[in-house]
């Protein structure tokens, strides 16, 4: 029988719009040569959302969500609402609530340096050129941004907590992801020093005894965030938790060189989760027909893998995207005096995966 899903896409603001019309193509030919089907729903959502019923999530877009498969989300935000309180702005007053209401406590982050692209990493040649394939997972709903805090007029405090559920769980997301790569886990913690730190390596360890094929390491942040930029090679997963992943995951987007590049995935313990690129609505070119679809198309392939299990369709999205890269199908964001636009690349990545077998 053929398999079905329902993906509630939601765009958004700025380059968020143009780069998830290209994604939406690219989903639907890679479903139909791998024989499952997409129905793709729209909704508004951030400052598109904010213009239209005054709400970044109304609850239309709640409910669609709720009742799909996966989210594939674009960008929010733009100079039109910055003057929102808080919790109305157009990324906090959607994407917080989403991760709250759907429990996606695991963010996921691919960060490549791909050879023919060395250039783009800000690193030396001589380390760049070797080429970089890291995953970072990060807790994302526990640690220190959520723990409780205060403040007098002399002194405040944050405080981190974490619970041996909390650790396995994303533990375990690491380990999976791991067997289908390259099968290295690096643990990075603070064990010399921060208790969470002393509970978060014993928990690892244990988890890592149902993955015999994984080689697990434990690494410090500090000497972590100088491994990264002396010899990215090394890394495989990284599991983080939420403040060093927030980090760190930076720290491998600035390596990686293009925004443009980067797609993530935040994940439920059911399978059910938001793909986005890592970057934002890009409001200073918005409308040029000039983002890099990129980021959002590779989103989609992280959908297909984590949320609906068709590695085959993921890596034919990759595969595709890839064979743009090497041939120089590019936006000016890569390659200044490119003159392909977002929808040459989108057509390009399109025409790639009807070639590849
Ligand atoms: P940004 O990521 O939107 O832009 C930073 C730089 O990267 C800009 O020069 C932009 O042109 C470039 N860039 C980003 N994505 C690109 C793409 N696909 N193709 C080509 N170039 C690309 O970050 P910025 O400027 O700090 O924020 C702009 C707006 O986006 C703000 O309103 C911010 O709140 C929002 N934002 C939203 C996020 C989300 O929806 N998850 C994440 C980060 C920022
Ligand atoms: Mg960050």
Redesign the pocket.
């Known amino acids: 029988m053929t398999k079905h899903y329902n993906i509630a896409v939601l765009a958004?603001d700025?380059?968020g719009p143009e780069?998830m019309a290209e994604a939406v193509k690219v989903l639907t030919a890679v479903a139909d040569k791998c024989g499952f089907s997409v129905n793709l729903n729209t909704a508004l959502v951030g400052g598109a959302a904010i213009d239209a019923s005054g709400e970044p999530l109304p609850a239309a877009t709640l409910a669609l969500c709720k009742t799909s498969d996966a989210i594939l989300f674009g960008?929010?935000?733009?100079p039109k609402w910055t003057g929102l309180a808080p919790d109305q702005q157009p990324?906090r007053g959607s994407?917080l609530p989403l991760r709250k209401t759907f429990d996606l406590f695991c963010n996921l982050r691919p960060g490549h340096i791909y050879p023919e692209f060395a250039d783009l990493s800000p690193l030396h040649p001589r380390i760049s050129s070797k080429g970089m394939n890291i995953l970072c997972v990060r807790e994302l709903t526990g640690g220190i941004y959520f723990g409780e805090k205060g403040r007098t007029s002399t002194d405040a405090f944050d405080t981190q907590r974490y619970s041996i559920t909390e650790i396995e769980r994303i533990a375990r997301v690491a380990f999976e992801a791991a067997i289908k790569r390259n099968n290295k886990v690096t643990s990075i913690d603070k064990a010399n020093v921060l208790q969470t730190s002393v509970l978060w390596r014993e928990t690892v360890q244990r988890v890592a005894q149902h993955y015999p094929s994984v080689t697990l390491e434990h690494m410090y942040i500090d000497n972590a965030a100088m491994q990264l930029i002396r010899s990215p090679q090394q890394f495989d997963v990284l599991l983080c938790d939420n403040l060093f992943g927030d980090i760190l995951s930076d720290e491998i987007a600035a390596i990686a060189g293009s925004?443009?590049l980067l797609p993530s995935a935040s994940l439920n313990g059911s399978g059910f989760g938001l793909y986005?690129?890592a970057?934002?609505?890009?409001?200073?070119?918005a409308g040029k027909g000039i983002?890099?679809p990129i980021?959002q198309i590779l989103s989609a392939a992280l959908m297909l893998r984590f949320s609906f299990g068709q590695e085959q369709a993921a890596q034919l999205i990759e595969q595709a995207v890839q064979q743009c890269l090497s041939q120089r199908i590019v936006?000016p964001?890569i390659e200044p005096n490119s003159s392909y636009n977002t929808v040459a690349v989108g057509d390009a990545v399109v025409a790639a995966i009807h070639n590849l077998s």
């Open positions: 958004g700025g380059i780069v960008s929010v935000g733009g990324e994407l925004l443009g986005e690129p970057g934002g609505s890009a409001p200073d070119i983002a890099n980021a936006t964001d």
